[in-house]
């Protein structure tokens, strides 16, 4: 049917800040949703609490609510605005959540607004899990046993009735938020209480355990006339009983039969149009046992999920894009299909080549944090990786996860211990498909490694294809040895040059030089949805090692923009919103700009928003290929955050040109040594530091510039394994932890200025004048680290002398090394001194806030001044803010029960939120003085 012209306004809810479990993929869906409701002349409000989406930027939606996710914001809005519908199905849970409790105080009937996408019914019936069990038996669909409880007496009653292994399912929490599997009795009291606490309506469904049974998710789109499609069908390479959103997933499924497939959709088919009249998209999980192929329906969200961005991007199906269309009345076969550009939207896509998502931990950041999996999600962001088979994605994934893996093993990080090996094979955590390759590489049968992972043996069969070749190539020594038809079968398995010199123990660049005598290089394949039956019009590709190259290099000049990688503590959604901005900036002066990027939630890796997108690994193999073929004026690497700028040094020693600041002066600003005596020929004061190569020579500095001392590595980003320590046997202590982790990295040892206030101010510098974007004053003294601060702009208790102090600093810095672009420099005020800690020479974590707070596009003047198209004077650019607007961190300690939740110089929170506030009488910002720890859940 044709669009619902009734709808003229649309108010989209967001997911608000970043936590375990609700990421930048719904920054992804809302961003996508607007743009395609305003193609349709509607008009479209948002409100986000957020200020590092993309999806709160004045570009995406007519009008932009950062505020926070309450019933009272809504109602302002309702109020100021007139408002037709809302659209709450892609901001995950908490919008979910926010519609109902809205729905329950009669928001949307009085204000006459309508819900689209979905009903409160059908979240009713998904949400609560009790009408969820009886919905599956009315459809004739076999789930496992359980019963609801909304007490601990009924708790324990269901655990009797049932008998273990049981699982505890909290209704209407997000990322499995206090699930768990419960082997014996003796656990079940305290896991039941923790449970019943976690669920806002104090209800969990007690359920049988089916553990070990393989779980696949498909990806469903629904229109009004009951058209269903399915988009994607992915399967998890870890077994149930780990939280999807922990687990390795492959699309399509590797180990799905036909006949369970088409079982699989006729029940995910009759399952989302049992959901009441609604339109949009859905995700349905299934458990499969392995012995029978018995289904059983695990959970069904009626709204943009996790996995939709997942799909979107391994089948360039554009979801959230289509579901808005959706839910304003059109048909599938009313919708064009994004990437053909001929086709319809009412079709399924094919795929001929492999995905295989990895999820990405932060464990190092939670001290005493329990390391295993389970039903709860623990990671903090994910890879996705494309290749022509499993093991060539499921290596390009190891390679994108910014952990220093060179693939899966092979790369001197294999461990050796068998005990180790099988306990840990046995308790999954995030390394266990490292060790099950260890364990294989040992000679330990498959089938043991089977009974304890419970993977399917499929997976374990692929990967020791991996020790069969390695063991092969282990006979050679030297590259030339290699006969070219082995080196192009390890290559077509996804091996990296770095790995097969590690196996020949000689250097990388040996074996990327023989490789490229022979002819064997990467090349690209185009994502089209439908296996290049039809012609595809979107330029979004992958590499791989086959004979003909799609991605074919335009005459126009070209700039790379290189991505952050995954989400994880210290570097998060904030540089994928520079990200997009720079590629925005790079179109407008006319380059052709490109995206290297491997993030699946993220809007830079969108089908449309670079002219070109390589979805590829942030890894100096991929991006050397990339580099060869397109030859670019230039790389930009000051909006990646540090995963960008580490890979500086490579671009310099290869003669490729750096957008913006040089490799030298961002060098320098990295180097403690250097950089301090800059600032001593600059008359800047500074605290006394050092750097040393080990323990002796740090504790040397340490009683030099006395106790207390800020210990850290060089080169780090979320002030990883950064700690303030008082004496001798703790600098030692946290010196060796360094270098036991970080062997390369020098160790710098600066003097802690206690009681110390910290700011910081974000700059642009075209090499002549100085842009002052934003002074921030945290709320929190020195030794918090930054990402865990309150930060007021612009500063609410610094003197006058003190800001105008640190603005003539930043000047003569930026000035001094060159800058062209971003600076980001942090200062700490004792006695009315002022003291540089450090400088940035990127994109910070604040440079979104600011821009936010302000509403200047900064990112779009940065990225013209680094290009040189423009500088500083041809814009014209006035701070306007009423009041104060404050960065308030958001924490997931709540995943984590055990860990230590104090705050110091290494980064743990996982997001933000932006508060204004219109004077230091507000309650928010007194509070905030007075006690941060409300802050610490979310």
Not at 208 to 216: M, N, Q, R
Not at 253 to 275: E, F, G, I, P, W
Not at 279 to 303: K, T
Request: proline share 5%.
């Amino acid at each position: 049917m044709p669009k619902d012209t009734s709808i003229r306004s649309v108010l989209i809810i967001g997911s608000g800040p970043i936590i375990i479990g609700q990421a930048c993929e719904f920054d992804y869906s809302g961003s996508q949703a607007s743009r395609s409701l305003r193609e349709e002349g509607i008009e479209v409000s948002l409100i986000n609490s957020n200020p590092a989406t993309i999806m709160t930027d004045p570009l995406t939606a007519d009008h932009i609510y950062l505020k926070p996710l309450t019933v009272e914001s809504i109602i302002e809005i309702l109020e100021e605005r007139d408002i037709d519908a809302v659209l709450p199905t892609m901001g995950g849970q908490t919008a979910l959540n926010l519609a109902i409790e809205a729905g329950k105080r009669g928001v949307w009937e009085k204000y006459n607004v309508r819900l689209i996408g979905v009903d409160l019914d059908a979240i009713e019936l998904t949400e609560n899990r009790e009408e969820f069990r009886k919905l599956m038996a009315r459809l004739g669909l076999e789930v496992a046993p359980s019963f609801i409880a909304n007490s601990f007496l009924e708790g324990k009653e269901a655990a009797q009735k049932i008998g273990f292994p049981l699982v505890l399912r909290p209704s209407y929490t997000l990322g499995g938020t206090g699930g768990g599997f419960v082997h014996e009795e003796k656990d079940f009291d305290d896991a039941l209480r923790y449970a019943l606490n976690a669920s806002p309506t104090h209800e969990v469904l007690v359920e049988k355990a089916v553990l070990g049974w393989k779980e696949f998710e498909l990806e469903l789109l629904r229109d009004d006339n009951d058209n269903v499609v399915i988009i994607c069908t992915v399967e998890n390479l870890d077994p149930m009983g780990i939280h999807t959103g922990d687990s390795i997933t492959v699309a399509p499924a590797m180990t799905l039969s036909d006949t369970a497939y088409q079982q699989m959709r006729n029940d995910a088919m009759m399952m989302m149009r049992s959901l009441g009249n609604f339109a949009g998209g859905c995700n349905v999980q299934f458990a499969q046992n392995p012995e029978n192929e018995a289904l059983i329906p695990i959970e069904i969200n009626p709204r943009v999920s996790r996995s939709s961005a997942l799909a979107s991007k391994a089948t360039g199906y554009p979801i959230a894009k289509i579901a808005a269309k959706l839910a304003i009345g059109y048909s599938l076969d009313e919708l064009k299909n994004q990437i053909t550009k001929t086709t319809s939207a009412y079709f399924e896509p094919t795929l001929d080549y492999v995905i295989v998502k990895m999820p990405r931990w932060n464990f190092d950041k939670f001290h005493g944090s329990d390391h295993r999996l389970g039903l709860q999600m623990k990671s903090v962001g994910e890879v996705m990786a494309i290749g022509r088979n499993f093991l060539e994605a499921m290596q390009k994934a190891c390679q994108s996860q910014e952990n220093g893996r060179m693939g899966l093993g092979a790369d001197k990080k294999e461990w050796i211990r068998t005990a180790d090996i099988l306990r840990r094979l046995e308790e999954a955590s995030g390394d266990r498909i490292y060790r099950l390759k260890d364990a294989l590489r040992l000679g330990v049968p498959s089938r043991t490694i089977q009974k304890l992972t419970r993977i399917d043996p499929w997976f374990i069969t692929q990967i020791k294809r991996l020790v069969t070749m390695e063991e092969r190539l282990m006979r050679f020594n030297v590259p030339e040895d290699i006969p070219e038809d082995f080196l192009r079968q390890l290559k077509e398995v996804g091996y990296s040059d770095a790995q097969i010199a590690w196996v020949l123990r000689v250097d990388e660049s040996n074996v990327t030089s023989y490789r490229k005598s022979l002819g064997i290089r990467r090349t690209f394949k185009l994502v089209d949805t439908c296996a290049a039956e039809f012609e595809a019009q979107t330029p979004y590709y992958y590499s791989t090692f086959d004979k003909e190259n799609e991605s074919i290099p335009t005459d126009k000049k070209k700039i790379i923009v290189l991505g952050s990688g995954p989400n994880r503590i210290g570097q998060g959604i904030e540089f994928d919103y520079c990200c997009v901005h720079g590629l925005m900036a790079i179109k407008e002066v006319g380059y052709e700009s490109i995206m290297i990027n491997c993030n699946p939630e993220t809007v830079s890796t969108d089908f449309d928003v670079a002219d070109k997108l390589y979805f590829e690994p942030v890894f100096w193999e991929h991006i050397e290929e990339i580099l060869e073929l397109e030859k670019p004026e230039g790389v930009v690497v000051q909006l990646g955050g540090q995963t960008a700028l580490k890979l500086a040094e490579q671009f310099h020693k290869k003669g490729i040109k750096i957008v913006g600041t040089s490799y030298k002066s961002m060098d320098l600003a990295e180097d403690r040594g250097a950089f301090s005596d800059l600032l001593k020929e600059l008359g800047i004061p500074y605290p006394e530091y050092g750097s040393a190569n080990n323990a002796d020579e740090a504790l040397d500095i340490a009683n030099r510039v006395t106790y207390p001392v800020l210990v850290r590595p060089s080169y780090v980003l979320g002030g990883q394994r950064m700690r303030i320590v008082i004496n001798d046997e703790e600098l030692e202590h946290t010196v060796l932890n360094i270098h036991k982790h970080m062997p390369d990295n020098k160790i710098l040892v600066d003097q802690f200025l206690e009681r110390a206030q910290e700011a910081e101010i974000d700059a642009i510098c075209d090499g002549e004048e100085v842009l002052i974007m934003g002074v921030m004053e945290h709320i929190e003294p020195a030794g918090i680290h930054s990402g865990d601060s309150s930060a007021m702009l612009p500063p609410y208790s610094l003197s006058e002398e003190i800001i105008e102090t640190m603005k003539e600093y930043t000047k003569r810095i930026a000035l001094a090394l060159q800058i062209k672009g971003l600076i980001n420099i942090q200062f700490a005020i004792k006695d009315q001194k002022v003291y540089v800690i450090e400088a940035n020479p990127r994109a910070s974590r604040t440079t979104p806030f600011i821009a936010k707070a302000y509403k200047v596009p900064y990112l779009k003047i940065a990225t013209k001044v680094m290009l040189g198209t423009h500088k500083l004077s041809d814009f014209e650019v006035e701070n306007k803010l009423e009041g104060y607007a404050i960065k308030v961190p958001v924490f997931s300690f709540n995943k984590f029960p055990n860990v230590d939740k104090n705050l110091g110089p290494e980064m743990k929170s996982t997001g933000e939120m932006i508060r204004f506030i219109d004077d230091l009488t507000d309650p928010f910002f007194r509070k905030l003085e007075r006690d941060r720890s409300m802050y610490l859940t979310r």
